[in-house]
């Protein structure tokens, strides 16, 4: 292995006799480099780029927690690999060793063979994570080449007026229909494997980073929806979907998650309710929901140090004044009041007036150390004015801001307002004589492989094709009890693949054979169409077990002509 080909270890402590100890372990595949103070790591950081960092957490000038927050704020991404190294065994120093973004702990004295094995197994990781970002980045590079396109399709068709608009409108959607699919099927199979290591035995400190990881794609997940979710406003506009919910209920998952969270943050999280509200009250949950979240999720990414905290009273027009909005007027009631207040950084006064507005992501130092897509809020604003409420937030520049949320409801004895929602569970297949045969046809094969451990975890056999032709030949020599397939599967679309076979145009495949569509946008109109094409059920990526299971069971249950006339 050549010099340049190495592997580069940086080992930032003050022994000599740890380098060296490391050094002879790793042996002259590797580059070994050592520093013994805290600014000799930050310069050569940034000069080199170190595949991995070992670090001292008690360094001569300076803690090791504090050179990773320094690097963590440099312009230039800091890529390595960090592994911190603890002179004792201490819960605490560990806990916030992952909490500063370390691959993972080692404790003095060191064990060369464990020591060797560890280092190998975060290199390891390090190539697969570069690996995986040279693909992001080849991805991009297409797509930024499709944008191109588009808008130069767009600016050709701008010479024909009475055609612009509905072409413009035609393309933007299958632009984000192939934005979708290339953000979601990628994602699809990382939350897939994710979840199903959280399953194997694996220790505490491996459950704990998998959560991270998974609480990581989850937000990615959410960016990826809001900018869709936007999207789907612009063309369809909004439909509320009220039901009757439990409100308490609906809340404690979510206080669930956030304190969780603000604990590993070093934060409070205190939440009440007003023990007047009814116990069951008649509102639009999903979209309640929607706006809570994006409003936590801010408040804990905005707040470095202090509380946060969460409150719902009913909301009465006389004490509007004291929250700093005027025009509740127009508000009817009864409605909750949802106020959600932070000590994080808080908003200047000439923010306040645009921080609704789509795109704004607040001051500009905001955009370079805090990640958004500055949507959330605009869509927040959306949702609640469909619902006949009111959003607003009060804020003071470095003290904190606190978020107003005021909903409409309607009291559960107005029976007409309740609407039932059936409730599906799951069928039980994990009997050999439930057992089924599943065809997964998509073209991603880590989305393939997620599939078949879900589906073979239930006792079900499974058979995988990557495009039209090789699921055509499953379907003719095998016999499938359920087919799943990708709607942008490669060779025909997923819908036409299936419009051929309930067309009876492929003779030796039965016509009435369940079929789950695995659809990357799940927009209304989306799903009518794949329904109204002949496919049972819909399934969303990125799934999770349970609802993929769910949707099987749908395929299997409802009669196809239902399924049609839906």
Known sequence: MTEQHKCLILIADESVDTFTLISNTMGDEFACKHVSDGASVTSLCSLLSPDLLLIN??????????????????????????????????????????????????????????????????????????????????????????????????????????????????????????????????????????????????????????????????????????????????????????????????????????????????????????????????????????????????????????????????????????????????????????????????ISEQKLGTIFEKFDLGEDYITKKFSGTGIGLAIARELIGKMGGAIWVQSTLSVGSTFHIVVPYESTQDASKIQVTEKVGLRSTTTKEGALQVLIADADPVNQSVAAHFLQKQGHATTTARDYESALRALREKHIDVALIDLQLPGLEGLDFVRRIRNNEEQEINSQLPIVGVASMAFYEDLRTALKAGINAVVSKPYQSASLIKAINRSLGAPLAAQQKA
């Open 57 to 346: 957490s008690a360094l001569p000038d300076a803690s090791g927690f504090e050179i990773v927050s320094k690097l963590d704020a440099l312009s230039t991404a800091i890529t390595s690999q960090i592994i911190f190294l603890l002179n004792n065994p201490d819960a605490e120093q560990e806990i916030k060793a992952f909490a500063h973004g370390a691959a993972d702990v080692i404790h003095k004295p060191l064990n060369p063979d464990l020591l060797r094995v560890r280092l190998q197994h975060c290199l390891a990781t390090k190539l697969q994570h570069d690996q995986q970002a040279n693909l992001i980045s080849l991805r991009t590079v297409e797509l930024e080449i499709v944008n191109k396109k588009l808008v130069s399709l767009i600016e050709e068709r701008q010479q024909s007026p009475e055609r612009d608009d509905e072409d413009a409108e035609l393309a933007k959607s299958r632009f984000l229909a192939n934005m979708s699919h290339e953000f979601r099927t990628p994602l699809n199979g990382i939350m897939g494997i994710l979840q199903i290591l959280r399953d194997t035995d694996i220790s505490p400190e491996q459950a704990n980073l998998l959560e991270m990881a998974l609480n990581s794609s989850e937000h990615l997940l959410r960016m990826v929806n809001e900018l869709l979710e936007l999207s789907k406003i612009e063309r369809t506009g909004l439909a509320l979907k009220e039901g009757c919910h439990c409100l308490r209920d609906e809340l404690q998952p979510l206080h669930a998650i956030f304190s969780l969270q603000a604990h590993w943050k070093g934060l409070e999280y205190h939440h009440s309710i007003d023990p007047n509200i009814p116990e069951k009250i008649v509102y639009d949950n999903s979209s309640l929901r929607h706006v809570v979240v994006n409003v936590l999720d801010n408040a804990l990414r905005f707040t470095e140090q202090g509380s946060i905290s969460f409150t719902v009273q009913e909301f009465s027009h006389e004490n509007a004044a004291h929250l700093g909005y005027a025009s509740t007027q127009s508000i009817r009631l009864p409605a909750l009041l949802f106020s959600i207040s932070d000590t994080g950084i808080g």
